[in-house]
Structure formats: C-alpha cells, structure tokens
C-alpha cells in the first residue's frame, strides 16, 4: 500500500540556519510528490511538487526538494530558515487512477529560535 | 470569495446528533474534495468530486458519511448518528484540473467536536 513517512514530529532550528525536512514514500510507480505547509489559522498551502524531470525542484518562499528514487525520498531543505517558517510541514503523494487522492505523511512541525 | 470557503469554522454537537459541514470552492474549480484531519495526523482523502458527481469516494468511513455536490459547486459533508471519533478538522479544496498534476486549494477548516 502507499504511504508516506515523515519521520521527525518536531524539529527546531535557530533563525538564519539551514533546514532539511525528511519524506520517505511507498509506491510503486513513479509518484507525484508534494510538500504542504500549514500555519495556524491557515489552510495548507503547496510549497512544490514533483512530476517528472529534473529531480530537483524550486518552490515558494526559497523552498526546495529533491527527489532520489533510489532512495524514496523527497527531502525539503532551505539554506535559511526565516522567524516566519514556523509551521507543520508535509509532504504527499498522488497515485495514478485515482486523481486528487493525496496520501500525506504525519507532518514535521518546525519551530524556530531567534 | 477569492479562496476556498468552509462554514461553520467550529461546531461542537452530542453524541448522536447529525451534522453538515458546507464548503464554497474557487469559481471555476470543477474539483472538490473533503479530506479530515485528526489530532496529530496529516489530512486523510475522504471524497473527491469531478462536477456534480462523486468520482472516488472511497476515504469515507462508513455510511454514516455522505457530501454532496447538486450544482457543481457548492458541497456539503453530512455527519449522521455522530460519534466522538468523528472529532477532527474537515478540510476542503478545490482545484481547476482533474489532474494529479494540479494544485489543491485548501480552505481553513471545519472544526468539529463531537461530545
């Protein structure tokens, strides 16, 4: 069965200091792969996604993920990390036959210290 | 509106009660979908609809689930015989394309708590 894994509940970085978010998925075929971002008081809104090509893709507010089929993963990073990133994070997938049934994983929540 | 609208934020109802949740897409959307989150959990897919008709509903739980989409726009999630483990955020989003490719847009929420 698909799945995803986030494998950190809670990360936190200090202000300025780079950030890399963990994402593990099962599927069989290649996936669409997507990284979500929920503040409080505020719907989850799409930082990137994958489908195909260059394996490294560039998302809002200096977001990006790489994907490594060897590995199943699609990690998020960002060189530095802003007050105002604060907020779960999660990544998902898409699964061909079935459109729009995203599976997310858990979510990593991110604090950041000033 | 220019987002996706979901009403009421919070319901709090007993045990039993029955329960609609509304939610008002992005104009022009033809993709809706209702997905529910559960403390601690990321969202899970319940029902995704392509116009009027639900073309996957197979994240509903049981048959105490229904939504409902008439005009092709608005949709309404209905809650019969509730249950405290029905207690978790809804969510609903909307998108232009059918696609896996496309974007989901999410609204805020619905916070049901269920006593």
């Known amino acids: 069965a698909q799945s995803v894994t986030q494998p950190d509940i809670h990360i936190t970085v200090s202000e300025g200091a780079s950030l890399e978010l963990r994402c593990n998925y099962s599927?069989?075929?290649?996936?669409?792969l997507f990284w979500y971002v929920q503040s409080p008081g505020q719907g989850l809104q799409l930082l990137l996604k994958y489908f195909s090509g260059d394996t490294l893709v560039q998302g809002i507010k200096g977001f990006e993920a790489e994907f490594k089929r060897s590995q199943s993963s699609f990690n998020l990073r960002k060189p530095s990390v802003h007050w105002s990133d604060a907020a779960e994070y999660f990544c998902?997938?898409?699964?061909?036959?079935?459109?729009?049934?995203?599976?997310f994983g858990k979510g990593t929540k991110l604090s950041v210290k000033p | 509106g220019a987002g996706v609208s979901q009403t009421p934020s919070n319901k709090v109802t007993e045990k039993g009660k029955y329960v609609e949740l509304r939610c008002d897409p992005i104009?022009?959307?033809?993709?809706l979908y209702w997905y529910r989150q559960s403390l601690g959990q990321g969202p899970e897919f319940l029902i995704y609809?392509?116009?009027?008709?639900?073309?996957?509903d197979s994240g509903l739980p049981n048959d105490r689930f229904f939504a409902v989409r008439p005009e092709g726009s608005v949709s309404t999630l209905k809650i019969q015989r509730t249950e405290r483990g029905d207690s978790a955020v809804y969510l609903c989003a909307s998108s232009l394309t059918n696609q896996n490719t496309g974007e989901l847009f999410f609204g805020e929420g619905s916070r049901l708590t269920v006593l």
């Open positions: 599927y069989g075929a290649t996936p669409y």
């Open positions: 609809f392509q116009g009027t008709g639900a073309a996957d």
């Open positions: 104009s022009g959307h033809t993709a």
């Open positions: 998902a997938v898409a699964y061909g036959g079935s459109q729009g049934n995203l599976i």
